[in-house]
């Protein structure tokens, strides 16, 4: 299994909640569900059953293969076929017309039971079927799922690609596209089977649009795949230009889906023409929107003038790390001194101050907005975002310290992961510190930690 997980170097400017929101609806529908299809399961298999024994006491007719489930039937298979050979060979005595008669209408009975009920289950009442379709099936099939790891695989590959093209493309017009995905989808695939009788399930058309604009959008950028080979740790990451996952895609479904044409005569539990047409929708909006533009000239101001007071910060950022691309550090620099104390709380400015910093041996200057930074990850709960920009710090001043509060949380945080060797190098440099001016909260909180370490 190859899954692109995203491009190197893209940061987000906000959450992608259409991308959340519609992860949480496929998850929470197919919870309700399973839940609604439960006791109309049970009652099809006691009635299966019941069939499976009609049918050993009444062997001259003929068994439902197909409308029996094989590992229901497993058991009495011999039988079944000693039941067909006798019936083929007419060395089986039939009862008399009346009796037959009698058991006919008995079997009918079963054989209408086991259609009602299978009629009452989700997946035939909201699932999308050419020949019986609904306004509401053409929505609502790429909401349902066969079961849970059919939801999960589409979920997980969705959340990896989906989050990319609404930071680009926006909240409204991402989920317009989504849902078009999903409709073109089964449009392509009923195109190429219009006499298929078979249910669509599932948001993997949709998915397949999503992850073919992705692939399309990032053409000539490096974007990151993670392979699995199917074992515990047989797996890894590799990046290639999006261009050639396009191709690797297309082709891939392509050959899945005429394998599938080849095998099951169109049809199969997997709908690979769906993804495949999925797949091709996506890659051809992008096409166009670059054609026409829309992303830069429509979508891109509409989401700039959107943006809050981080926002223009993380834009200030996107303008400094294109300075660096084209070699203009030292500018680059310059412009990070002026707009970080104006963006104090922009983590990637003040990351890409100290790397700068750094290489021109000047960060004495620029520790004072390092150390506020970590301070306020510290209040804000974030200990895990503050040790590392702590360690940033401790990488060019080995015996600087923050205050002792800030220090006193960051030992904590070191003793609840199980860093007890760091908690107490850092324990023995707060003491070291202590003097009859320190508050005595601080002295208290420090006596606990050197008993703990």
Same mark, same amino acid.
């Given at each position: 299994?190859?899954?692109?997980?995203?491009?190197?170097?893209?940061?987000?400017?906000?959450?992608?909640?259409?991308?959340?929101?519609?992860?949480?609806?496929?998850?929470?529908?197919? &919870?309700? @569900?399973?839940?609604?299809?439960?006791?109309?399961?049970?009652?099809?298999?006691?009635?299966? #059953?019941?069939?499976?024994?009609?049918?050993?006491?009444?062997?001259?007719?003929?068994?439902?293969?197909?409308?029996?489930?094989?590992?229901?039937?497993?058991?009495?298979?011999?039988?079944?076929?000693?039941?067909?050979?006798?019936?083929?060979?007419?060395?089986?005595?039939?009862?008399?017309?009346?009796?037959?008669?009698?058991?006919? @209408?008995?079997?009918?009975?079963?054989? #209408? #039971?086991?259609?009602?009920? +299978?009629?009452?289950? !989700?997946?035939?009442?909201?699932?999308?079927? +050419?020949?019986?379709?609904?306004? *509401?099936?053409?929505?609502?099939?790429?909401? /349902?799922?066969?079961?849970?790891?059919?939801?999960?695989?589409?979920?997980?590959?969705?959340?990896?690609?989906?989050?990319?093209?609404?930071? %680009?493309?926006?909240?409204?017009?991402?989920?317009?596209?989504?849902?078009?995905?999903?409709?073109?989808?089964?449009?392509?695939?009923? %195109?190429?089977?219009?006499?298929?009788?078979?249910?669509?399930?599932?948001? !993997?058309? &949709?998915?397949?649009?999503?992850?073919?604009?992705?692939?399309?959008? *990032?053409?000539?950028?490096?974007?990151?795949?993670?392979?699995?080979?199917?074992?515990?740790?047989?797996?890894? $990451?590799?990046? @290639?230009?999006?261009?050639?996952?396009?191709?690797?895609?297309?082709?891939?479904?392509?050959?899945?889906?005429?394998?599938?044409?080849?095998?099951?005569?169109?049809? !199969?539990?997997?709908?690979?023409?769906?993804?495949?047409?999925?797949?091709?929708?996506?890659?051809?909006?992008?096409?166009?929107?670059?054609?026409?533009?829309?992303?830069?000239?429509?979508?891109?101001?509409?989401?700039?003038?959107?943006?809050?007071?981080? #926002?223009?910060?993380?834009? +200030?950022?996107?303008?400094?790390?294109?300075?660096?691309?084209?070699?203009?550090?030292?500018?680059?620099?310059?412009?990070?001194?002026?707009?970080?104390?104006?963006?104090?709380?922009?983590?990637?400015?003040?990351?890409? /101050?100290?790397? %700068?910093?750094?290489?021109?041996?000047?960060?004495?200057?620029?520790?004072?907005?390092?150390?506020?930074?970590?301070?306020?990850?510290?209040?804000?709960?974030?200990?895990?975002?503050?040790?590392?920009?702590?360690?940033?710090?401790?990488?060019?001043?080995?015996?600087?310290?923050?205050?002792?509060?800030?220090?006193?949380? %960051?030992?904590?945080? /070191?003793?609840?992961?199980?860093?007890?060797?760091?908690?107490?190098?850092? $324990?023995?440099?707060?003491?070291?510190?202590?003097?009859?001016?320190?508050?005595?909260?601080?002295?208290?909180?420090?006596?606990?930690?050197? &008993?703990?370490?």
């Amino acid at each position: 299994m190859i899954l692109p997980i995203g491009k190197d170097g893209f940061s987000f400017r906000r959450m992608p909640w259409v991308t959340i929101f519609i992860i949480i609806v496929c998850i929470f529908i197919h &919870a309700m @569900v399973t839940n609604y299809d439960r006791p109309i399961l049970e009652k099809i298999d006691k009635l299966q #059953d019941e069939y499976i024994e009609f049918y050993m006491d009444h062997p001259y007719f003929p068994f439902a293969r197909n409308f029996i489930p094989y590992k229901k039937y497993k058991p009495f298979r011999k039988k079944i076929e000693q039941y067909d050979w006798y019936r083929e060979s007419r060395t089986y005595v039939f009862p008399e017309n009346e009796i037959v008669d009698q058991a006919r @209408v008995k079997l009918d009975g079963f054989i #209408d #039971d086991i259609i009602g009920q +299978r009629r009452q289950l !989700s997946w035939q009442r909201w699932g999308y079927k +050419r020949t019986e379709s609904t306004f *509401f099936t053409h929505f609502s099939h790429f909401f /349902l799922h066969a079961d849970w790891r059919h939801v999960l695989f589409n979920m997980l590959f969705f959340f990896f690609v989906g989050a990319f093209l609404e930071e %680009l493309w926006g909240y409204k017009f991402y989920f317009i596209f989504y849902i078009l995905c999903g409709l073109f989808s089964t449009i392509g695939s009923d %195109l190429i089977h219009p006499t298929t009788n078979l249910y669509s399930l599932g948001a !993997s058309g &949709a998915v397949s649009g999503v992850i073919g604009a992705f692939l399309a959008r *990032f053409w000539n950028e490096k974007v990151r795949f993670i392979w699995w080979g199917g074992g515990l740790f047989s797996f890894g $990451t590799f990046t @290639v230009p999006g261009w050639m996952m396009v191709i690797f895609e297309v082709g891939r479904e392509f050959i899945y889906a005429k394998i599938q044409d080849a095998s099951y005569n169109g049809g !199969s539990s997997t709908g690979y023409w769906a993804h495949f047409s999925g797949l091709v929708f996506g890659i051809l909006v992008v096409i166009i929107m670059k054609i026409i533009k829309v992303e830069k000239k429509v979508l891109k101001p509409k989401l700039d003038a959107e943006f809050t007071y981080m #926002d223009r910060g993380y834009k +200030r950022y996107v303008e400094i790390r294109e300075m660096i691309t084209k070699g203009l550090k030292s500018e680059a620099y310059e412009k990070l001194k002026e707009d970080v104390p104006k963006y104090p709380r922009n983590s990637e400015m003040i990351e890409q /101050l100290w790397i %700068l910093g750094r290489y021109y041996l000047d960060n004495v200057n620029n520790l004072i907005h390092l150390k506020k930074y970590i301070e306020h990850e510290l209040k804000k709960g974030r200990p895990e975002s503050a040790m590392h920009y702590f360690d940033m710090m401790r990488e060019t001043f080995p015996k600087e310290k923050i205050s002792d509060q800030g220090m006193i949380m %960051l030992i904590k945080y /070191l003793i609840s992961i199980k860093e007890m060797d760091h908690a107490k190098k850092m $324990t023995e440099e707060v003491a070291e510190g202590i003097n009859e001016k320190t508050p005595e909260g601080i002295v208290v909180q420090l006596d606990k930690l050197v &008993a703990s370490t």
